[in-house]
């Protein structure tokens, strides 16, 4: 009796020491997801918010887009993170060079080749034909988009590296500009490249 106790002992101790790690290892997946979303959702925010509240502006001054991006993409909660800014036309055009934000660099990709933009856009110029096409154009010439790329690394995210791949997580938020001509003051159109130029 007492061998049949010691071998079920023994049996409930070797499935216990195999089970353990997969117990932990599951765990520490879940609750990297769980950071992984809650991260995603927050930059998905974030994005939100600077590109609507900038699609509503017809004046933007460097210290107060600094201000708006601080306030509504917060290091302490984002941690490193990187966000691009672009003004883009119906037509891909770019009239500005982008705002780039944030405390890191290099994290988004490149969604522009010069002064076009080459990712995808909510609406884009309807391809007219006839009589029609002038006044199509006419309308919408002046028409924009403000488009937010948001980008942060998983790295401290992820409470075990080794389950998890480290990548790069992005998001993209596109608002209608309310206005056509946009004023900005003389910091920011040196960092988009207006210096001599009329926005």
């Not at 309807?126 to 919408?140: H, I, K, Q, V, W």
């Not at 209608?176 to 003051?185: A, T």
Request: glycine share 6%; net charge negative; proline share 4%.
């Amino acid at each position: 009796m007492n061998d049949l106790c010691r071998k079920q002992r023994g049996n409930a101790l070797i499935e216990s020491a195999l089970t353990l790690p997969l117990l932990i290892g599951s765990a520490l997946v879940i609750a990297d997801l769980y950071s992984i979303n809650l991260a995603r959702a927050y930059m998905e925010q974030s994005a939100h918010t600077v590109a609507s509240t900038l699609a509503m502006q017809n004046r933007l001054d460097k210290d107060g887009l600094q201000a708006l991006t601080e306030q509504s993409a917060a290091p302490g909660v984002l941690g490193d993170y990187q966000m691009v800014i672009s003004r883009v036309m119906l037509d891909r055009r770019m009239p500005w060079k982008p705002l780039y934000r944030g405390n890191a660099e290099g994290l988004c990709p490149e969604l522009f080749s010069g002064d076009r933009y080459t990712g995808e856009l909510p609406e884009e110029l309807p391809a007219n034909s006839g009589d029609d096409e002038d006044d199509e154009e006419d309308s919408t010439s002046g028409t924009s988009i403000v488009v937010v790329q948001l980008c942060r690394n998983s790295d401290t995210l992820a409470l075990s590296s080794a389950l998890l791949a480290s990548k790069d997580i992005q998001t993209i938020s596109f608002a209608r500009m309310s206005y056509s001509d946009i004023e900005l003051d003389a910091p920011l159109r040196e960092e988009v490249g207006l210096e001599d130029e009329d926005s």
